[in-house]
């Protein structure tokens, strides 16, 4: 199984992000992009991790659980719904081998941009000992302006920007209407996931340069194709959340410890190397606080000391 599954995520590189899979139409604007330069690093309040309770206890309730459910009575592929309240990022998230959905809609039908998908499916990321870090991607849908291009739209205005870097999109930048990731409220959104439903904060942030696709992406994303890229140990952990916080545009001052359930968005870039740069959000749950994985901790994980 192992094996199979992995020779069939080695396939699935064809399908890199910003990339049209061969067979599907793909609109030239796609390519056109302006880079974004000289991005700031912007220091914010800290906020406190909140207390741990029982999920039973937070009285939390996904708000696009009727919306998940009609989804998924469409197609059982569906695996979760992700919402992000001032865009338009408010769509299924779904699952299939091979990359399945990348260049499909939630009809199974063939398209240019694919949908919001999965990594994994949950077997498959207890399996392979990666369900401390889940990971959603979708294109950057730059000439509609849909699936993750607006996960742009939030980097920008967070980075003092009013208008979108995408020429073809050109969008104004309202920072009254999209998420201010200087406050918990605006830094935390609503996302399901594999039976996680849940309130996820965002704790690093940035776009990554050209030529860093292998230390990046697949690293970032506890890539499953090459053993090295999965944390072994707590400490390796350790080192991946150093990583992503020294990396991130802005200085969240978010607590993130090891035990931390992870989640991991990311796109396509906004610049002249699209295909080879990506845009990453890193979130963490917090409510209710994980309890889905022994609070966070990867399956098998060795403790140091």
């Known amino acids: ?12 590189m064809l399908f890199s992000l910003g990339c049209t899979p061969a067979g599907a139409e793909q609109n030239p604007d796609e390519m056109m992009v302006t880079v974004i330069e000289n991005t700031p690093l912007v220091e914010i309040e800290s906020t406190p991790n909140p207390e741990a309770v029982a999920p039973e206890e937070t009285g939390y309730v996904f708000p696009r659980a009727d919306k998940m459910n009609q989804a998924r009575n469409q197609n059982s592929d569906v695996v979760g719904w992700i919402y992000i309240p001032g865009t338009n990022i408010d769509y299924p998230i779904l ?6 959905y990348a260049d499909r809609d939630i009809n199974m039908e063939k398209n240019s941009i694919g949908s919001v998908y999965s990594h994994l499916n949950m077997a498959s990321y207890e399996e392979y000992g990666v369900s401390q870090n889940l990971v959603v991607a979708a294109q ?21 920007q009013t208008n979108c870097a995408y020429r ?3 969008m104004k930048l309202d920072p009254a209407v999209l998420p201010d990731l200087t406050t918990p409220e605006g830094r935390t959104w609503d996302i399901s996931i594999c039976g996680i439903d849940a309130r996820w904060e ?3 942030m940035y776009e990554g340069g050209p030529n860093m696709k292998e ?6 994303t506890w890539f499953i194709l090459h053993d090295r890229h999965i944390p072994k140990t707590e400490q390796d952990v350790q080192e991946w959340i150093d990583d992503q916080l020294e990396r991130s545009q802005i200085d969240f001052g978010v607590e993130v410890s090891t035990s931390d359930q992870f989640l991991t968005l ?7 190397d699209s295909d080879e ?8 749950q917090v409510e209710p606080v994980s309890v889905k994985f022994k609070g966070g901790l990867i399956s098998g994980i060795q403790s140091e000391g």
Do not use: P
């Not at 699952?95 to 399945?100: A, L, Q």
């Not at 230390?215 to 970032?220: G, M």
């Open 1 to 12: 199984m192992k094996r199979l599954f992995t020779g069939l995520i080695a396939a699935a």
């Open 277 to 284: 740069t990506h845009l990453f959000f890193f979130l963490k």
């Open 266 to 272: 990311y796109t396509s870039g906004d610049n002249k």
């Open 95 to 100: 699952y299939g081998e091979k990359w399945y």
């Open 140 to 160: 950057n849908a730059r000439v509609s302006g849909t699936l993750f291009h607006q996960l742009h739209h939030i980097q920008e205005v967070n980075l003092g």
């Open 168 to 170: 073809k999109c050109g």
């Open 215 to 220: 230390e990046l992406e697949y690293y970032n």
């Open 202 to 204: 965002v704790w690093s």
